[in-house]
């Protein structure tokens, strides 16, 4: 009963999407006010029925409901009840079914909370947004269907992937779809501009909350993705370059240049033509990652379905929303004004060289990611594009890239002052050089790009920090004074500071882990020893345990460093036997300088059934990984940049300016 519910409320969502789809545009046509604020509640009832059926299809995996084939499927009764709510959007239908929840999440977000925004945009706005769920539900009501059933049923489901059952993996789709899903709004908001055919300040202080909040999530959903990666298969690795990684990290550089965009439009009412192509693109993007994931052009852990019919539907969807949305923009966007004037030497033009740079560098990634694809398609052959293409092409787009953000905030609007600039910045650049001299001393072995990329931390890091001191007069006003202006920046001050920062963490952490890791790779026996980067780590045989739904041999590993007990480490290689498959389980030694990281396989004369035969002999795969923990933080410090610049009142949706009797601060806040 409970499976037919949800069907039934999907199949209502589709309704009131349709109308919501309508009645509002023509509304807005008409200027019926009647008409127009009908949308909202439409969105909200569309939102309230979706979350009904996505609440019927959790019911289904958390009560082992055999008689749904996405449950036996995606299931079992012994899984732990985390990843039997997981298996919800762990399955093709169960994922489009939690993307949909989001879109009208979004919808109902601007539908409660927008009542500033003019009913005519507001209108046409959440209408976009219904075109958008017509598409996605009626793929899921006629190709999808999440609740199909299946008679008789079994005793047990097939259960989930066993690499998908993982903490980390668990939530990492939830935030990934919160962000570009997310973008949706902003593309709906960016379409509903152009059929009114003005964007003004106003309508980007409407976008940016959205913008930030959806670039939060899918920076939080990339940083879950790679943080599962690392520990989970194995290698050490915390970026393959795979397509399905790629997809979701183009929406989130192009997202980066649209959240700074947007910061124009409102400041100087320039770019505004470019802001709304990029808020096309980012969900241009998202879309095409759906495409990618769900269409079975390709085989990955990530990919879902790989029936070509559903992926022909999403290419006519995708199609339609791309192709609309462009030609409506190449038919309005010339009559856009261009905005105010400004100098070659400005904020305005950094921000601009930054967007250029962030959209090359998307645009390398998509090369990268669909060529291979395209040429399989053409002509069949197989290729491959990894991490050297992408250290070639990707890597010195972004390089120039740190260096504009270091330099950015320092740029007065319309027009700077070039020499002023290179006297205050010229004691970073010293340090800056200091450091990279200091790094090749260091380790004369190189390489060069990975010392050059070290700098470039630096300089943003340090430029960072004296933006920061700046603002509030360190060092050239009384404490006192300094401590008032620190308590009077704005929120999206501090939060742009914390993620600049944050950026400059994340570089030393890609540096140090990719280019100076060590490992280690051997046959070892009960009593083997293994040396690497100062640390002794003896292996001590295994020992079988169970799990609730797997059975595992656990290595013992005894780590020490200078001869004194450092830690104990119990990597594990675990075979489902109901899944037929297996997994390793890393065990990692954090330090602030690195991580020992340890893995364990059954040798290459090994049965490959995920458990060894011969308990005597194992593969060990030991490594050491400096300054990894810094990709982690430097993700926390982005995402809670993010944070604390939409606590902003200023960016609050709807909130009216407060009045404040203090003193202006030195520069407009971001």
């Not at 008679?151 to 998908?164: A, E, H, I, K």
């Not at 050297?388 to 390089?399: C, E, G, H, T």
């Not at 595992?552 to 830690?567: C, F, I, K, S």
């Not at 011969?614 to 593969?619: G, L």
Request: no cysteine.
């Amino acid at each position: 009963m409970i499976p037919e519910i949800g069907l039934l409320a999907m199949s209502l969502a589709l309704a009131v999407a349709l109308v919501q789809s309508i009645v509002p545009m023509i509304g807005a046509a008409r200027g019926n006010i009647i008409w127009m604020r009908s949308a909202r509640i439409s969105t909200l009832v569309q939102f309230f029925l979706i979350l009904i059926a996505f609440g019927a299809l959790m019911w289904s995996f958390i009560v082992s409901d055999f008689t749904v084939r996405n449950v036996v499927e995606n299931s079992h009764s012994l899984k732990p009840m985390l990843f039997k709510v997981a298996g919800t959007w762990g399955s093709h239908e169960g994922s489009l079914l939690l993307w949909v929840l989001i879109l009208s999440l979004f919808g109902a977000g601007v539908a409660v909370f927008g009542a500033n925004i003019p009913d005519a945009l507001r209108a046409r706005t959440l209408a976009v947004q219904g075109w958008i769920s017509v598409g996605f539900l009626s793929f899921m009501v006629f190709t999808s269907n999440p609740f199909e059933r299946v008679f008789p049923p079994p005793l047990n489901g097939n259960d989930m992937n066993p690499l998908l059952q993982d903490p980390g993996i668990a939530f990492h789709p939830p935030f990934l779809y919160l962000g570009y899903v997310g973008f949706s709004i902003v593309f709906s908001f960016a379409v509903a501009a152009l059929i009114e055919g003005r964007v003004d300040a106003a309508w980007a202080r409407w976008v940016r909350p959205w913008t930030l909040a959806a670039w939060v999530f899918l920076t939080a959903g990339i940083a879950l993705g790679s943080w599962w990666a690392y520990y989970e298969l194995g290698w050490g690795g915390w970026w393959f370059w795979d397509p399905v990684e790629n997809v979701s990290f183009m929406p989130w550089l192009v997202g980066t240049a649209l959240l700074h965009s947007a910061i124009v439009v409102e400041k100087r009412d320039a770019f505004k033509s470019w802001t709304i192509l990029l808020a096309i693109l980012t969900f241009s993007l998202s879309l095409l990652g759906t495409f990618v994931v769900r269409s079975g052009v390709l085989t990955s852990v990530h990919a879902f379905a790989t029936d070509p019919e559903r992926g022909f539907y999403i290419l006519v969807l995708l199609a339609i929303a791309i192709l609309g949305s462009l030609t409506l923009y190449a038919v309005r966007a010339p009559a856009m004004e261009a905005g105010g004037l400004y100098r070659p030497i400005s904020r305005e033009s950094g921000l601009l060289l930054n967007n250029l740079l962030l959209a090359t560098a998307a645009a390398t990634v998509l090369f990268g990611t669909m060529y291979p694809l395209v040429l399989e398609a053409l002509t069949g052959e197989k290729i491959s594009v990894g991490p050297p293409y992408y250290n070639a092409s990707f890597v010195p787009i972004m390089l120039p890239m740190v260096i504009l953000a270091g330099i950015g905030p320092f740029l007065s609007w319309k027009r700077a002052d070039l020499g002023g600039l290179v006297d205050r910045l010229k004691w970073v650049f010293g340090i800056t050089v200091a450091v990279m001299l200091g790094v090749w001393y260091y380790n004369t072995r190189g390489p060069v790009l990975g010392i050059i990329a070290i700098g470039f931390a630096t300089w943003l890091l340090l430029t960072t920090l004296q933006e920061w001191g700046w603002r509030i007069k360190l060092g050239k006003a009384p404490l006192s004074e300094s401590w008032r202006r620190a308590r009077n920046l704005s929120r999206a001050s501090y939060g742009m500071t914390v993620a600049h920062a944050g950026l400059a963490v994340l570089i030393f952490g890609f540096v140090g882990s990719t280019l100076w890791k060590s490992e280690s790779v051997t046959f070892a026996t009960e009593g083997s020893k293994i040396s690497i980067a100062g640390y002794e780590v003896t292996f001590r045989g295994v020992n079988p345990v169970r799990g609730p739904n797997y059975v595992a041999q656990r290595a013992t590993l005894e780590v020490t460093r200078d001869g004194q007990p450092v830690t104990t480490l119990y990597p594990e290689r675990r075979a489902y036997t109901i899944a037929g498959s297996s997994t390793t389980e890393s065990a990692i030694h954090s330090t602030p300088r690195g991580d020992l990281y340890t893995s364990i396989r059954e040798p290459s004369t090994g049965p490959g059934t995920g458990l060894n035969l011969n308990p005597d002999k194992w593969t060990m795969r030991i490594l050491f990984e400096p300054l990894v923990g810094l990709i982690w933080l430097g993700s926390l410090m982005l995402i809670f940049g993010g944070l604390l610049s939409l606590t902003d009142r200023r960016l609050r949706v709807g909130a009216p300016s407060r009045k404040r009797n203090v003193a202006a601060v030195a520069t407009p806040a971001e």
